[in-house]
Structure formats: structure tokens, C-alpha cells
């Protein structure tokens, strides 16, 4: 891990070498959300996502590609690691929006960083449900990011990560996005699971091409044959609003490299199937 060239890669602007503060967190949080795409396509061109550090170090920062929760996490927890934080790995559960069930156990990656004595939630690798900024770990009350409110409830040894969209904000209504406790993992826990969402029809991974990246004002999206523009309200207000351009094949590889700064090493099978639900639910 060279820490000067993974905030280099991140494009952070600050100090060469910044001291594990609270900004500093919040700082390479948002940046790497900025920076690093959430995207599948190794599995879509050809190859398999691997875990090792190395690799993922080589992929994200050498090659600046991006990937899913266990790589773009996995990585950042490292990262932050050297950059002097504590932190923890964590596994999550995520809510199925077909079924309403949970995934498996180890079904995705988090990081918890503890700072001051106070528990942070790092997760860099959640598309575009993820909150920009670390998420205090000590309430359950409400956490405004932007546009959007999340809170951390709590049930015993589990914890909820929950939002409320713009639709639901005015019913008061949560919606769960995941659900996880504070045992530690290792990288290895994860290995199943990360071929699970390579090989499974009731994986979006396997059955979308996807890449995905947050912008000052938005979120780019490119899925299948279509690319995703979605426009997040100003401060004095409005609604999100999403246009969706479709796509032929021969643009997508301009399209990938324009606005996600992705060029692959073998031509990439762009995929939008139905996901399956799974047969076994938690």
C-alpha cells in the first residue's frame, strides 16, 4: 500500500500524509465515492473477481477501476489501516427489495472505525443506497446527508441500517438497507459469498452489468444497454429526477471509458436480466 497514491487515485487535496482525524475520514470517505466506481464488469468481460490486496490494489489504484462491497471496502479498510485509523471488518445482510428477506451471512463487507473512542460505519461499497460520509455507530437517531436521512436502529447484538427516500420522508416511514452486528471478520469470511454474486441468477452482479459513480450533483449510472443520469435536489429544495439514454453496444466501451474512466482489457458482454428470487431467505 502506497498511501500517497491511493490518495492520489482518490484525487484528495489536502496534506501528503493526513492524520487520522475525523476529517480526515470524512474527507477520503467522500472522495473514494467520487473517484472509485461501484462496478461489476470483470464479471461481464471475462474474468473473476478476486480478493487478495495486491490484486486490488494493482485493479483499483494501477488501473483505476473501481469494483463491488468486498473489493472497494476490502481495499479501503486497508487503506485506512495504513493511513493510521482503527478499524474493524464487519459483515452485513443486505435486504432483498424483491423479497424483503436478508441476504446470507458475509453477504457484504463494512468497516467499523474507532476514533476518539467514538465507533464510526465505513462503507464505500453500496451503490447508490450508500450514504457519502461515515455514519455515527453511538445513536439511533436520524443522520442527514444531502438529501437524504439515515439512522442505525438497533435490535439487541443486530443493527439496522435504514433511509428514508424522498417519497417516504413526509409518511415517516424507514426503509432497511442492510443489517449487521459488531463481530470482526477477516477477508477470508468473504470468499463464498464473493463467488456467490459472481455465479448466482439471484445476484445483481451476475445478472446486470453495472458501474456506478457518485458526482457533486447526482449519481451516473451505466446498466445493461442504458446509462442513468440521476439528479439529486439543490439546497432551496425539489425532487430527484432520473433521464435514461439507451445505449447500442459499439457506444458502451466510449461511454465507460468518457464518463467512468474505465477501459477494459477484453470486450465487455453487456447483460439486464430478471433476477431470481433465491430460494433461501433469512
Not at 143 to 165: S, T
Request: glycine residues 8%; hydrophobic residues 35%.
Amino acid at each position: 500500500m502506497d498511501v500517497q497514491k491511493y490518495l492520489l487515485r482518490i484525487g484528495y487535496a489536502g496534506p501528503a500524509l493526513p492524520t487520522p482525524t475525523l476529517d480526515a475520514l470524512q474527507r477520503v470517505h467522500c472522495c473514494q465515492l467520487r473517484t472509485v466506481p461501484f462496478e461489476n464488469l470483470t464479471i461481464h468481460s471475462g474474468g473473476r473477481v478476486r480478493l487478495d490486496l495486491p490484486h486490488l490494489y494493482d485493479k483499483i489504484v494501477n488501473h483505476r477501476r473501481g469494483g463491488f462491497c468486498f473489493e472497494n471496502n476490502g481495499l479501503f479498510s486497508w487503506f485506512l489501516s495504513e493511513m493510521g485509523f482503527e478499524v474493524t471488518i464487519l459483515a452485513g445482510q443486505v435486504r432483498n427489495a424483491i423479497t424483503g428477506r436478508y441476504g446470507p451471512p458475509n453477504d457484504h463487507l463494512i468497516s467499523m472505525v474507532m476514533l476518539e473512542g467514538h465507533r464510526w460505519l465505513s462503507d464505500v461499497g453500496f451503490g447508490g443506497s450508500g450514504f457519502e460520509f461515515p455514519m455515527s455507530l453511538e445513536t439511533e437517531e436520524p443522520q442527514k446527508q444531502g438529501h437524504r436521512v439515515y439512522r442505525i436502529r438497533q435490535e439487541g447484538e443486530m443493527r439496522f441500517l435504514e433511509w428514508q427516500d424522498e417519497e417516504k420522508r413526509e409518511t415517516g416511514l424507514w426503509t432497511e438497507l442492510y443489517k449487521f452486528t459488531l463481530d470482526t471478520r477477516c477477508r477470508e469470511d468473504f470468499i463464498e459469498m464473493c463467488d456467490y454474486h459472481q455465479s448466482s441468477p439471484s445476484s445483481i452482479f451476475f445478472c446486470k452489468s453495472l458501474c456506478s459513480i457518485l458526482k457533486p450533483t447526482g449519481r451516473l449510472t451505466y446498466m445493461g444497454h442504458r446509462l442513468i443520469t440521476t439528479k439529486f435536489p439543490s439546497e432551496e429544495g425539489g425532487n430527484v429526477t432520473k433521464t435514461t439514454r439507451e445505449l447500442t453496444e459499439e457506444e458502451i466501451p466510449d461511454i465507460l471509458k468518457e464518463e467512468f474512466g474505465i477501459v477494459l482489457e477484453s470486450p465487455l458482454v453487456p447483460k439486464d436480466e430478471a433476477i431470481t428470487p433465491p430460494p433461501i431467505m433469512y
